[in-house]
């Protein structure tokens, strides 16, 4: 089956920083989407993306769609301690295929 | 707008029980999902539906049961629980369009299962 390879697992930044992650397939996806999960809670969307190329921004969050359909990146930029939290990709291969497919999330802890 | 309600929040099981995670959702969203969550394995696919009476399984179907008699709820069914369905459970529920899901899912709170 389809499988996500979402890094880095973790990371420990300090408030302030810059902090980028991403997701690589090994088939292609026809969506990519960003969602971020906190403590007790379910996973929220962040980001959808649904060309290859694009370039989307939410607030201090940017992704991207990479070329080749097989990649994503998040990027959060000057990070605040309530961007803590899981942040997950997830790749929707389109048509009838009702299924996504979850990385495995990347932990991020921001250091006030 | 209550969204993705999921009951309970919490339970704990002894080995062979059986119980039903209640979701439902208020959004008239016709697919729904049920996932479970485990450490460093991220969110795996159990079943889904795409509406009333449509059922069908996802990644990781073994051990549980769903029925979708309405458009509204989407119960999951454990008929013999085992330690190794111990997890967090998601409901997720969002639009269809020409034969694809809308992929904006939204998520409810997930329910703690310990299976002991």
């Known amino acids: 089956g389809q499988q996500l390879n979402q890094s880095p697992q973790s990371m420990f930044i300090q408030e302030g920083e810059d902090v980028s992650m991403n997701c690589t397939s090994s088939?292609?996806?026809?969506?990519w989407l960003w969602y971020k999960q906190d403590p007790g809670e379910g996973p929220v969307l962040l980001i959808a993306?649904?060309?290859?190329?694009e370039l989307t921004s939410n607030g201090r969050l940017t992704a991207q769609f990479g070329i080749t359909r097989k990649d994503s990146f998040l990027n959060i930029s000057a990070s605040i301690p309530s961007d803590v939290g899981i942040y997950f990709c997830?790749?929707?291969?389109?048509?009838?295929?009702?299924?996504?497919?979850f990385g495995k999330g990347t932990l991020l802890t921001v250091n006030p | 707008n209550a969204g993705v309600t999921q009951t309970p929040k919490f339970q704990v099981l002894k080995t062979g029980q059986s119980m039903t995670l209640q979701c439902a959702q208020d959004m008239n969203h016709e697919y729904m999902s049920w996932y479970r969550q485990d450490p460093g394995m991220g969110l795996r696919l159990i079943h889904y539906?795409?509406?009333?009476?449509?059922?069908d399984q996802g990644e990781v179907p073994n051990g549980y049961n769903v029925s979708r008699s309405t458009t509204e709820d989407f119960p999951l069914r454990l008929l013999s629980a085992a330690p190794s369905q111990t997890s967090v459970y998601f409901c997720?529920?969002?639009?269809?369009?020409?034969?694809?899901?809308?992929?904006?899912?939204?998520f409810g709170q997930g329910t703690r299962l310990t299976v002991v």
């Open positions: 539906s795409v509406g009333a009476g449509i059922t």
């Open positions: 997830a790749g929707h291969s389109g048509g009838s295929n009702y299924k996504l497919t």
């Open positions: 993306l649904y060309k290859a190329g």
């Open positions: 997720a529920s969002s639009w269809v369009k020409t034969g694809s899901m809308n992929t904006e899912a939204f």
């Open positions: 088939s292609i996806f026809n969506t």
